[in-house]
């Protein structure tokens, strides 16, 4: 459902990394298949993507500073870790003037590339973004993406992970005060915030935007170093597994401790360049 700024739900999230083949590597580890690297030639970044069901999310460093990469050079500088949700939308330009409409100031979309390589043959995968002004939400930038090559982006032979993983299920924020917060991640979803126990739950398409206080984030979160994260803070990526025991054993195979909770399994963000990972 296409909410009245364009937006249908979260088409993937942003793990801003330092060393990008460590990253496909530690993720790697965790069960998933990254694609191949691929580079963004506008923005000067790359990535490595893990493509799930209906939406995925990537691993992104920054190949050259330049103009559009200042703020993941900026975070990079304090830590890696979870840092965008790219919004899906099916006409990024006609949800330029649905935000606006809507009291937002959103950038100017972007058209970008990123070349990918297919058996006898390069191509592009081609995207329309736009950002949301930052501080318009905290915790975390919102972009939109509308995607034009989908048959590129989602390949049969970069789909089926070994750890079951299915689709992104939630992201989790840390804040002092998450009243104010969840008002505006709703005004972007135009959903209503669930108030939930230390917090609320926004909906966001097909998967959610939990919103923690701080001191509940302390509890749930106890030990994990994104407990020190200048607040607000993006701390959990949370993603649907089609059996939960397959999960287990691509964790346990592979050497990854994880702590097994009635919700699902824990992963802490030492093992996952700066974000805690949730199988639910």
Known sequence: MTSSTGITGID?????????????????????????????????????????????????????????????Q??????????????????????????????????????????VELPG??????????????????????????????DVVWRPDYLGQANAAKSLSHVTLSLKDPGPAADAYGRVFGTKPIPTPGGFTVPAGRAQIRILATAKAAEDFAGDPVLSYRHPAPIALGLAVSDRQAARRALESRGVPFKDLASGLRIASTQANGVVVEFV
């Open 12 to 72: 993937h999230a942003v793990i801003v990394i330092r060393d990008l083949a460590e990253a496909a590597r530690n993720y790697q580890r965790l069960g998933f298949r990254p694609t191949p690297r691929g580079h963004h030639t506008k923005l000067d970044t790359y990535n490595h993507c893990i493509m799930l069901d209906r939406d995925y999310f990537e691993v992104l460093g920054v190949e050259r500073p330049g103009p559009y990469n200042i703020d993941q």
């Open 74 to 115: 900026e975070m990079l500088k304090e830590r890696e870790g979870l840092w965008a949700l790219a919004l899906q939308t099916d006409d990024a330009r006609a949800a330029h003037g649905r935000l606006r409409a809507a009291g937002f100031s959103p950038s100017d979309p972007v058209d970008f590339a990123r070349p």
């Open 121 to 150: 043959r390069t191509t592009e995968a081609r995207f329309t973004v736009l950002y949301l002004e930052a501080e318009a939400v905290p915790g975390l930038r919102l972009f939109l993406c509308q995607h034009y090559t989908r």
